[in-house]
């Protein structure tokens, strides 16, 4: 009897549990679907979930983007944004992390609480600041703006990757100096491969963050030929005109993909990332 009970609990925890995830990914599958339909049905067809006709052209019409820049540019302008971005994030907070772990130093608790502090900040509270600071340096419609304070860190992977460090028993730093390490090739040689789940989780997450960010790009980006992705499906929605929503959403598609990849191919990594083990004896 317990074996049957076992067994229809089970069943039952699947069919809750993919009930579930239907209704978390329906607008996933509504938009594809969607990308699909006549421009002027989408709207109106909101219940219908396969379209009537399928307008395989929203594509090739999406694709050819506007006054003469296609989507292949803000595919590029955002690969280069955020690959260099996400580069920049992870070796900038490595570094930190590292510094803040195992390095003593002066002040240390007091920058490690302004670190700490950042994470509280709003990013609306810095929209002015930072505008003026990159206007008054002339880099604005260009991807610097996008990419050089992400040179700097950021908190959150900062703490992520020091809780990883904090697993990492301090007897290898010893060993190493006693080998004659410096800091610097004990970060490089040492600890670097020990935290590659760490450091795979933040560029998982960097990644995500800046290829989906549209507040940034929208501020100092002002030519079409820079705009990312996440700018230019804007530009398909007008409401003083006609927004062409199938071309929309199959560019919507075709911007999921490369997150879709990624997190297909990295999951596990951010598993491993955020489960903070350390060594694993």
């Known amino acids: 009897m317990t074996q049957y009970k076992r067994a229809a609990n089970t069943v039952v925890f699947h069919v809750v549990v993919c009930a579930i995830g239907f209704v978390m990914i329906y607008p996933l599958i509504w938009m594809f679907f969607s990308s699909f339909k006549e421009s002027s049905l989408v709207l109106s067809t909101v219940d219908e979930l396969f379209p009537r006709e399928w307008r395989f052209d929203n594509y090739a019409k999406g694709w050819s983007g506007f006054g003469g820049t296609t989507f292949t540019t803000f595919f590029k302008?955002?690969?280069?944004?955020?690959?260099?971005?996400v580069v920049g994030n992870v070796i900038a907070s490595a570094m930190a992390a590292y510094g803040f772990s195992r390095i003593r130093f002066k002040g240390r608790g007091f920058f490690f609480i302004c670190m700490m502090i950042t994470m509280m900040v709003p990013s609306q509270v810095l929209v002015v600041p930072q505008y003026i600071i990159f206007n008054g340096l002339g880099w604005v419609n260009t991807f610097l703006p996008l990419t050089v304070p992400e040179w700097g860190g950021r908190a959150?992977?900062?703490?992520?990757?020091?809780?990883?460090?904090?697993?990492?028993?301090?007897?290898?730093d010893e060993a190493a100096e006693i080998d004659g390490c410096g800091?610097?090739?004990?970060?490089?040689?040492?600890?670097?491969?020990?935290?590659?789940?760490?450091?795979?989780t933040s560029a998982i997450f960097s990644f995500y963050w800046k290829w989906d960010d549209?507040?940034?790009?929208?501020?100092?980006?002002?030519?079409?030929?820079?705009?990312?992705?996440?700018i230019a499906l804007k530009l398909f929605s007008d409401?003083?005109?006609?927004?062409?929503?199938?071309?929309?959403?199959?560019?919507?598609?075709?911007?999921?993909?490369?997150?879709?990849?990624?997190?297909?191919?990295?999951?596990?990594?951010?598993?491993?990332?955020?489960?903070?083990?350390g060594l694993k004896s």
Do not use: H
């Open 239 to 277: 409401p003083t005109s006609v927004s062409d929503y199938g071309a929309m959403f199959a560019m919507c598609v075709l911007s999921l993909l490369p997150v879709i990849i990624l997190f297909l191919f990295t999951q596990r990594y951010i598993v491993e990332g955020i489960s903070m083990s």
């Open 156 to 172: 959150f992977f900062i703490f992520l990757i020091m809780q990883f460090i904090a697993g990492i028993p301090k007897e290898l």
């Open 214 to 230: 549209f507040m940034g790009s929208l501020l100092y980006l002002n030519t079409p030929e820079n705009y990312t992705v996440s």
């Open 183 to 200: 800091k610097i090739r004990l970060f490089t040689q040492i600890m670097l491969p020990l935290i590659k789940p760490a450091l795979a």
């Open 77 to 85: 302008n955002s690969l280069i944004v955020t690959i260099i971005s």
